[in-house]
């Protein structure tokens, strides 16, 4: 079975792809995405491992959640975008797609938080993107401010993941 994580990454990618039609199986269970009008939508979530079929009911509920997911994100973003026209705060960017990591690891604490002072060496966080971790440094002088993005979030490239005072 998926993750819904996982179904969103491809989601993602194949709306950034010119692909109209995709079909993946993994372990026994098949996704089917179709784009209408620009939009990818899961047209099927299949289990075929033995005695096991994912109901109807869980294919909606999944497709609501990944659905609010993105409609949250998108409201996220324009919050974002008008409070750095009201400021002078900066943004680091996330510069690929992949997964959001505040830590190292999950034992260890977080790169930065809130009010900390960042160098443009400075390592804010971690992006996974296809199993490589890629650290990822601030690029600017200031005081981290607000963190945008949760630990374990899908980013994608160009989102904001860091509100930056600069010095």
């Known amino acids: 079975m998926f993750k819904i994580q996982e179904i969103r990454e491809i989601i993602r990618l194949i709306d950034q ?8 199986e993994n372990e026994g269970t098949t996704i089917t ?12 979530i299949q289990q075929v491992a ?3 079929s994912v109901q109807s009911q869980s294919l909606q509920s999944v497709v609501k959640t990944v659905e609010t997911q993105e409609k949250k994100e998108n409201i996220e973003t324009v919050k974002t975008e008008d409070r750095l ?20 690891s999950p034992e260890e604490p977080p790169y930065v938080q809130i009010g900390d002072k960042v160098k443009e060496d400075s390592i804010v966080c971690i992006v996974e ?5 890629n650290e990822i440094e601030a690029e600017m ?23 930056v005072k600069p010095e």
């Open 50 to 52: 033995e005695n096991e």
């Open 129 to 133: 993107a296809m199993k490589l971790f």
């Open 141 to 163: 002088k200031g005081e981290i401010v607000e963190i945008l993005v949760e630990n374990g979030q899908l980013v994608e490239y160009g989102q904001p993941l860091f509100l």
């Open 17 to 24: 792809s010119s692909i109209n039609e995709f079909t993946y």
């Open 33 to 44: 995405l179709k784009k209408n009008n620009g939009v990818v939508a899961p047209e099927s």
């Open 85 to 104: 026209q009201e400021t002078n705060l900066l943004k680091i960017e996330s510069p690929m797609v992949g997964t959001f990591y505040a830590a190292p």
